[in-house]
């Protein structure tokens, strides 16, 4: 299976708030209370996904050239991480369509991320994770993500997730 990235348009909104509250629907479905903000986002939840449009981070995840979920990809993320001063890769908003769960697609998205910020040269791989979903922050462990902090944010207590790829 070969996946690629391919950058959200500037009128595909409703494309990534889709998969938003798509993911937030079946989270919910299974008591993990993660991303309900998105059943009915507010407008700075929205404007908060204009603006990583406007700036080019959303990218729809393609399998065979087929759309199966979305990822931002961002270069800073003071909102979670703060001003840091070493270069990293962001990872946000990772939504695959629930239909291919359980195909290690997840895994496969975040290696692309790390290939090519690699090639890149950037250090590290960055992500949060909300601290109440154990399955999920151990999942980002099992990545080989070491939690180096926590934010806590309106919403929900967050893990802050960093895997260094230079050495």
């Known amino acids: 299976m070969s996946l690629s990235f391919e950058k959200i348009k500037p009128n595909e909104l409703h494309v990534v708030l ?3 509250r798509s993911a937030a629907t079946t989270l919910q479905q299974k008591g993990v209370e993660q991303w309900a903000v998105w059943l009915n986002p507010q407008q700075i939840n929205i404007d908060w996904v204009e603006k990583g449009i406007q700036e080019g981070e959303y990218y729809l995840i393609l399998m065979e050239e087929s759309p199966i979920g979305i990822v931002r990809l961002s270069e800073t993320d003071e909102i979670y991480w703060g001003k840091q ?14 239909r291919f769960s359980g195909l290690g697609l997840g895994k496969q998205v975040i290696e692309l991320v790390i290939q ?7 250090p590290f791989i960055r992500l949060d994770c909300i601290a109440t ?14 939690q180096v902090g926590q934010k806590q944010m309106p919403h929900s207590l967050n893990n802050l997730y960093e895997k260094a790829l230079l050495s």
């Open 133 to 146: 979903n154990p399955g999920l922050c151990n999942y980002y462990e099992s990545q080989g993500f070491k």
């Open 18 to 20: 889709n998969y938003l």
């Open 85 to 98: 001063t070493s270069d990293a890769r962001y990872i946000h908003s990772l939504v695959i369509e629930e």
């Open 116 to 122: 090519q910020a690699i090639a890149a040269s950037i």
